[in-house]
């Protein structure tokens, strides 16, 4: 694998826009072994447990960058040359750095503790499946959830509800329980084929009307996307592309949504004991319920990542019919973060800004630039208090970064982020992709964000 990646920076270097003026810096290997998230998509069980439904948690890797932030980066031009670098051009063709006189830098009201703030305000809490429980709506859910008494004194309970429970509480997960939602129509006779030939879920897919403001990627597929850039999903009462629209439009972070019908079990599969086995636990391939999910996605999606066809729970097959996917990547300017000017669009990254690049790091998960915000201030935050103990006069401050979602082989990974100690144009923004052995590592959503007020590095 190493020596792969090896020869692939070297393809990859020659792939960049000659003449190259500073090294190479993306991180192939900082996206092959970065782990993936533990949820990549929509579960096909359903949980009792509301938390093991994803969603992103930016405090978490709030605190696990600053936990590995622990040693001074720097720049190599830095100080007053690297101020002086606003005449400064990545290549011979004339590039200039963005229109960044000193007028535009005149104080905002932005603080340093309203960029604080901004690092909670982007906390998205954790979207509780509203199919985890079947006869609650997920507001009492969370309610009842939460109390740690098993009984209530008021009323008599005919049988004891589960530790964290209630009385009538019935936890989808134990066995051959039965599973919420099933809105959709009952398929006969109740088999995979039948399922899968279903007229209305190829009509409803094939008819669907593509809401304002989204391109549709694909269509009435066997299959649902999967990838690290899944934020959350939730059941439907119907295939209704503009509610899943809806979902999307108000969930942070959403750029996509995958619709589709998929066979699910009316009760939990099970097969304890046998069939003459009178405890109720077997119920290996009960009859099928129909359900139709909505998943977001922190990336664009394409039919390349629509790689999940269901899979047997026990004997029971879960299949999936009419995927259809939408899009507004491109059309999607990602949140301002306080303390930052309007995040300015690129072509591609930047990686050719070695001189005034204080590091990089690759965050696997949906686009998210307000992580890579919470990097560069706990980076200068560190160089800053390394100098103090020195003694120095000055620290590296991080006045800029460049967020982009990396793809390999066209399927979303991460944000992968880039500190400059200095504002550099979008004209620096000039990786476009390369290849690593037989791998195509792809720039999506290239935005950089500098700050409105540029930190001087003087102590
Ligand atoms: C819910 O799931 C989370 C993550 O899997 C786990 O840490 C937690 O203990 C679970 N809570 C309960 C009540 O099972
Ligand atoms: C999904 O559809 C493709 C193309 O129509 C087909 O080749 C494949 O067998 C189907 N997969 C499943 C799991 O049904
Ligand atoms: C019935 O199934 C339960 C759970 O698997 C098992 O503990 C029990 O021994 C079984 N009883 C018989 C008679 O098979
Ligand atoms: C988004 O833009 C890229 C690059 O211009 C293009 O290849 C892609 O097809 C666009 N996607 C959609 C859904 O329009
Ligand atoms: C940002 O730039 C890319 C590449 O030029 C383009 O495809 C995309 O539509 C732009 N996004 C917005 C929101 O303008």
Not at 20 to 26: E, G, I, T
Not at 252 to 265: G, K, M, Q, S
Not at 424 to 450: H, P, R
């Amino acid at each position: 694998m190493r020596s792969n990646l090896l020869v692939a920076v070297a393809i990859a270097r020659l792939a960049v826009a000659a003449p190259a003026p500073a090294p190479q810096q993306f991180d192939f290997a900082a996206v092959l072994e970065a782990p993936s998230p533990s949820v990549t998509g929509p579960p096909l069980t359903v949980v009792a447990n509301a938390t093991s439904t994803f969603s992103v948690d930016t405090a978490s890797i709030a605190a696990s960058v600053s936990a590995e932030v622990t040693t001074v980066a720097t720049a190599s031009i830095t100080g007053a040359s690297a101020s002086a670098a606003s005449t400064e051009e990545p290549s011979s063709t004339g590039l200039e750095k963005r229109g960044w006189g000193s007028t535009s830098t005149t104080a905002k009201s932005s603080s340093s503790s309203s960029q604080k703030a901004s690092t909670s305000s982007t906390v998205q809490s954790t979207v509780s499946s509203s199919s985890a429980l079947p006869t609650t709506s997920s507001t009492s859910t969370t309610s009842q959830q939460s109390s740690t008494s098993t009984t209530s004194s008021q009323t008599a309970c005919p049988t004891t509800p589960e530790a964290g429970t209630y009385c009538g509480f019935i936890n989808p997960e134990d066995p051959c329980a039965p599973q919420p939602d099933g809105y959709g129509p009952k398929v006969t006779p109740d088999t995979v084929a039948a399922f899968e030939a279903y007229p209305e879920f190829h009509a409803d897919a094939l008819s669907a009307i593509t809401p304002a403001s989204y391109v549709q990627v694909f269509r009435d597929l066997n299959a649902s996307t999967s990838a690290n850039s899944y934020i959350t999903y939730k059941d439907l009462t119907s295939y209704s592309v503009s509610d899943c629209a809806n979902f999307c439009d108000t969930t942070d972070l959403c750029t996509a949504f995958n619709i589709y019908v998929e066979r699910d079990p009316s009760i939990n599969p099970t097969a304890n004991g046998d069939a003459s086995n009178s405890t109720g636990q077997y119920c290996p391939n009960p009859s099928s319920i129909t359900n139709y999910k909505c998943s977001l996605w922190g990336s664009s999606i394409d039919a390349t990542s629509a790689t999940n066809f269901g899979d047997y729970r026990e004997s029971f097959q879960v299949v999936i019919a009419a995927s259809n996917g939408y899009d507004k990547t491109n059309t999607t300017t990602p949140a301002t973060l306080p303390g930052y000017e309007q995040p300015s669009n690129c072509t591609g990254a930047i990686s050719a800004g070695g001189s005034y690049c204080l590091g990089s790091r690759f965050f696997p998960g949906p686009y998210n630039p307000s992580v890579c915000g919470i990097y560069a201030q706990a980076q200068t935050a560190t160089n800053k208090a390394a100098a103090k103990n020195n003694g120095a006069k000055a620290y590296v401050p991080s006045n800029m970064f460049n967020a982009y979602m990396v793809k390999v082989n066209s399927v979303a990974q991460g944000t992968y982020c880039s500190l400059f100690n200095t504002v550099l144009s979008d004209s620096w923004a000039a990786f476009e992709g390369g290849w690593s052995g037989q791998n195509f590592f792809g720039v999506e959503s290239s935005w950089t964000y500098a700050l409105s007020e540029q930190d001087s590095g003087k102590l």
